[in-house]
């Protein structure tokens, strides 16, 4: 039966065979800016600088080569939000495989461009739905009418078996015992192969998964104890939010998970922003999951040895003001105000001199004056430069008599105004 299905050491072996020529042995390389902050041994396994600059090409890699002549020739065809959508392309071109690939509308415009770079003349693109969910009911739909072969991006088991080769890596490579490693979780093909690793070979290290808050499939399935669909989700994290988590990797993940941690986006954003001032490393959101999870194990890592695993580097750049912004929020830097103004003259002179303190600077202002009304609603953005100023800001509006609104603790009406 396809659920008491767990990846056996030979076949994570052989699947490291299949991608010795084609997939690069990815560093494992200690950071010496995490390890001074935890106090612990921070080493990073830097899948962001493989092929397609991340490790999805290991499990598409590897199932496609497990496909037969007969196969092959029909066609592949895959639903991605971006990695594995590269990892099949790039595999279609080294074997000469027709590819279909569905992603969603929403997928960044850099990786839509990778995965045509990768792919060349051999993949299609179809941009349809805007989660994974929707496009992966899109290319199952086509696998029926065609008869192409479907590449699942995570509940396969030779895709689980390709992505456990990180985990066969990782102790090849490390001079010590570790103690914890940091695996980020959507779907869980990662999580499930390289947990199901560790489980044989170093059972004592304690096996971490990393979700966003916005999609925790994997953590409330294992909660629930079978998997369940996420009505909703925050597709910021879109290397990693899912609505549901697979099948078989749910089994295997419950079995050898010893915690899952969930990150709020904003705290994502941050982690990004941080490895690039300070490390010159450039990740994609999922890339920063494990990384980013540290701050909630920092008591337990102390003195330890500890892999995060950076999972990809396929950020597109037009995303950086919305990363810095969920950043800024995070922090509590950032803050939005509907301002109902007194519709008189020096009103707003008031309120620039006398509630906004010597630091506050304000970022956005969108103000539009009604006639016949006494009041004029502003809907203002406020960048703090220290989090304590927060509550003085607070306090000098009311004393002034400016009527407001907070924007921050209403995603809903944030996101329709700003």
């Known amino acids: 039966m396809r659920d008491s299905y767990f990846p056996k050491l030979k076949d994570i072996t052989s ?25 612990a041994k921070i080493l990073l396994k830097r899948e962001d600088l493989q092929a397609v600059r991340s490790y999805k090409l290991r499990g598409a890699f590897n199932k496609i080569m497990h496909l037969t002549s007969e196969e092959r020739s029909r066609g592949v065809v895959c639903a991605s939000a971006g990695n594995h959508a ?3 392309a790039y595999s279609c071109s080294l074997l000469n495989i027709s590819g279909k690939i569905y992603m969603p509308a929403t997928t960044p415009k850099q990786k839509i461009t990778q995965v045509r770079m990768f792919g060349k003349d051999k993949i299609k693109i179809v941009l349809t739905g805007d989660t994974f969910d929707e496009a992966n009911q899109a290319a199952l739909a086509d696998c029926h009418q065609s008869g192409r072969i479907f590449i699942h991006p995570f509940d396969d088991p030779q895709i689980i078996e390709g992505q456990g080769t990180v985990g066969l890596e990782i102790l090849q490579q490390a001079a010590t015992s570790i103690d914890y490693v940091f695996i980020p979780v959507g779907g869980g093909g990662l999580a ?7 489980k044989e070979i170093s059972p004592t290290t304690q096996i971490i998964g990393v979700e966003p808050a916005g999609a925790p499939s994997m953590k409330e399935s294992i909660a629930a104890g079978k998997v369940i669909s996420l009505e909703n989700i925050d597709k910021f994290v879109d290397g990693a939010a899912v609505q549901k988590a697979g099948e078989l990797t749910f089994e295997i993940c419950r079995k050898v998970l010893s915690d899952i941690v969930l990150v709020p986006e904003g705290k994502v954003c941050s982690t990004i922003l941080e490895l690039y001032n300070q490390d010159a490393i450039v990740v994609e959101p999922a ?3 494990s990384i980013a999870a540290l701050d909630f194990y920092a008591e337990k890592i102390k003195g330890k040895t500890v892999v995060c695993i950076v999972s990809g580097s396929n950020n597109d750049i037009t995303r950086t003001e919305e990363i810095k912004e969920r950043s800024l929020m995070y922090e509590g830097l950032m803050h939005y105000f509907i301002v109902r103004f007194p519709q008189r003259a020096g009103a ?7 509630v906004l303190g010597p630091g506050d600077d304000i970022t956005y202002f969108e103000y539009r004056k009604k006639n016949n009304r006494e009041n004029g609603p502003a809907v203002i953005g406020i960048e703090l430069q220290n989090k304590d100023d927060f509550q003085g800001l607070i306090e000098r509006l009311s004393q002034h008599g400016f009527v407001y609104e907070y924007l921050n603790e209403k995603p809903d009406l944030f996101q329709f105004l700003i």
């Open 15 to 39: 699947a490291k065979l299949n991608l010795n020529e084609v997939v690069l042995t990815t560093p494992l390389q200690e950071n010496r800016n995490l390890s001074e902050r935890f106090q």
């Open 86 to 88: 590269q990892g099949v």
């Open 192 to 198: 499930a192969g390289v947990g199901a690793y560790f």
């Open 287 to 289: 890339g920063a999951l």
């Open 348 to 354: 707003l002179r008031v309120f620039t001199e006398q």
